[in-house]
Structure formats: C-alpha cells, structure tokens
C-alpha cells in the first residue's frame, strides 16, 4: 500500500490524467442557515473552540491517543461547516514533510460516494437513467453472462451492489469480461464486489463524453472548492485529496447536495434515495453510501447479513464512505457533524469497521 500511496500521491503532484447524543449547544440540528462554507479559492476555513459547544475538551486525549497509535494521517471534525478539531500525524510519504491539511491521501472505497454523487448529476442532466441498462452504455458483452442475464444489469443494480455477478472472482478490481461472470439474477443478492462499481466510471464518461476528471472538475470539484483528481491504479481510478478536500465533500452532503446557496444537486429524490435503504437485502446499505442506524447489515467480504447497525456507538443518522486501511466521511445530518478520517491501516479487516465504532466511542466522551 504504501508503494501505490506513492505512486498515487506522485501523479497528483505531477498533475496527470443507538439513541441519539443530545445537543449541548443551543443550536436547532439542521438549521442550515447557520452553516459555514469556506471560500472556493481560498485555504483560510473559520473554526469554532469546542468549549463554545459545550464539549469536552479534556477527553480529547484518548481520542487523539486512539487515533494516533492506529496509523491516522489526518482527523476533521466540522461543525455547521467550521473546524472544530483538526488534527495530523506521521510523515508525507512522498517528501517526508510532517503530514498537514495540505497532504493528499487515497480516499479508496470512500471515493464510491463522490460516484454515486456524480452518477445523480448525471442523471439530473438526462446524460442516463439509473434504471437503463448497463449495457446500453458500456456496449453488449461487457460482462461473460449470457445477454439476456447481462441485459438485466442496471446502473442502479451496480450502485446497490446487486448486479449478481460472481463476486468468486480471481480479482474483485478486474473488469475485463472474463472476470464478469454470472451468478444470480440482477437484484438477487448483495454482495461488496468492487469491478461492476468501478465501470461506473465507464458508463459515466460514455454518457456525458467527458473524461471522468472532467466531468468531476466540472460538474463537482469547481463547485465547491476541492482540488483532488482520480488517479489510476491497477485498473482501476482511486481518488485523492486532502483531508480538508473530503470535508469541503462532506459539508455538501450535509447541506443535502447545496454549496452555500449554490444547488449542486438540484434532485432531492435522487439524493434521499442515495442516503437511504436502496434495497431489501442489505438495509445498511444505500447508493455506494454505508448507513447506520438500520436492524441489519452486510458486511464487505461476507455473504451473510449480521443484526447489527454499522456503529453501535455513532448517532443512528450517521451516513458514510467507508474505505480501505479506514478512509472515513462520515455525514451526521441530527449533529450538524461532518467527521474525516484518512490514515493507514489500523488493523487486517478488508474494512476497518471496529475500529470505526471504536472512534465513535471516543467521540462521544467529546461531545456528550
């Protein structure tokens, strides 16, 4: 991982293509009037001090211990848009330099939101319909199932993670159709396989015309002020940025698809669907979106389902992109919250959902 870090950070350098917490504060949660957005050309970002909120500032300790034993690179926490806490540790790979809000880190798997995000613009703008087929943008025998099974693939089936193809695959990231195969009916499984939602990418760039940094830059990155780009890396576009960069992200999210007073998102129905249950077999589960708070879930690398929510220990609202080695945006819309996370591995699960839970213990002690 480090290797690809370097390689990822590289290119960008170069430029190349469960009850709820209650309130402390006095505040009304989602009263958006209020929120904070910082300026699209500039690095200064208003902060708040935490004893304004009535948090805790003596039981910062243990989460910052907590954080920093486990690899973290960067830690975001926002309040109605403005910096509450902010935090870096370790070295920049590339140069060695002390790791700050100027640092660029993989987002992986937590990069499947900006997707879903840019998949409802594309959408709003009638490039696609998420409920066309697959192949209809990615061309017939995309996949090696039969047509008339490949033909039940949808755009909405590959941003569900029902798309019913063989998650038994040599390579979860090969999107070559020989790695596609089939395995079940379109909709009649849930599994975290990440080659169909990879070739989103595809179907997203075929509709609009557009590489898909450009339609990124355009239609998302411009609007809000972040300067990340997606890099390739063995077959797949991973995307990278600041920790300051996902929660430029994150605060849009919390606005429900608005910069300040700017409609990003203009289709409320898309983003409500994109931040809820999407289907019956994975309740945890929405557009590419983890969602907490639900009687069940699925957990990445299991076939079965657990009755259990995401985080015991987050609000019951929290709704996130969850990456590998634990790239957090997590979105907790009753708070007025955005909370980042990016840093290496901090233990061998192929998500790191423990010690998400385990963060949100710590947070709590703030907080509460």
């Not at 990418?201 to 339609?215: K, Q, R």
């Amino acid at each position: 991982m480090k290797n690809i870090l370097f390689i990822l950070v590289a290119c960008l350098s170069l430029s190349c293509k469960k009850d709820q917490p209650t309130l402390e504060d006095n505040s009304t949660p989602g009263n958006v009037s209020s929120y904070y957005f910082p300026d699209l050309n500039s690095t200064a970002w208003e902060t708040q001090d935490m004893n304004d909120l009535n948090w805790s500032s003596v039981d910062t300790t243990e989460l910052y211990n907590h954080l920093s034993q486990n690899g973290t690179r960067a830690f975001i926490i926002l309040h109605r848009g403005k910096i509450v806490i902010e935090k870096y540790w370790g070295n920049n790979i590339l140069n060695n330099a002390p790791f700050d809000e100027s640092s660029n880190w993989y987002w992986a798997s937590a990069g499947k939101t900006i997707t879903a995000f840019l998949t409802g613009i594309a959408q709003e703008k009638g490039l696609l319909d998420i409920n066309d087929k697959t192949s209809d943008y990615l061309g017939e025998n995309w996949t090696s199932a039969p047509l008339e099974k490949e033909s039940l693939i949808t755009i909405k089936h590959q941003l569900t993670m029902t798309t019913g193809l063989d998650y038994n695959a040599s390579s979860h990231d090969c999107t070559s159709p020989s790695c596609l195969q089939y395995k079940i009916d379109a909709g009649g499984e849930w599994y975290y396989y990440n080659a169909p939602y990879t070739l989103l990418e595809s179907v997203i760039s075929n509709a609009s015309g557009l590489s898909y940094n450009d339609f990124t830059h355009q239609n998302l990155s411009s609007k809000i002020g972040m300067n990340g780009q997606w890099v390739p890396v063995s077959g797949k576009v991973v995307y990278l940025s600041t920790a300051r960069d996902a929660a430029r992200f994150g605060l849009l999210l919390l606005n429900n698809g608005k910069w300040s007073t700017t409609k990003v998102m203009q289709d409320q129905n898309y983003f409500n669907a994109m931040t809820n249950t999407s289907q019956t077999l994975n309740p945890s589960y929405g557009y590419l979106f983890w969602l907490n708070g639900k009687s069940s879930i699925v957990f990445p690398g299991f076939p079965g389902s657990f009755n259990q929510p995401l985080s015991q220990h987050a609000p019951i609202d929290l709704y996130a992109g969850i990456g590998k080695n634990g790239q957090y945006l997590n979105i907790v819309p009753s708070r007025d919250l955005v909370v980042i996370r990016m840093g290496e591995a901090p233990d061998t699960s192929l998500v790191p959902t423990v010690f998400h839970d385990e963060m949100w213990e710590k947070i709590n002690q703030i907080i509460n």
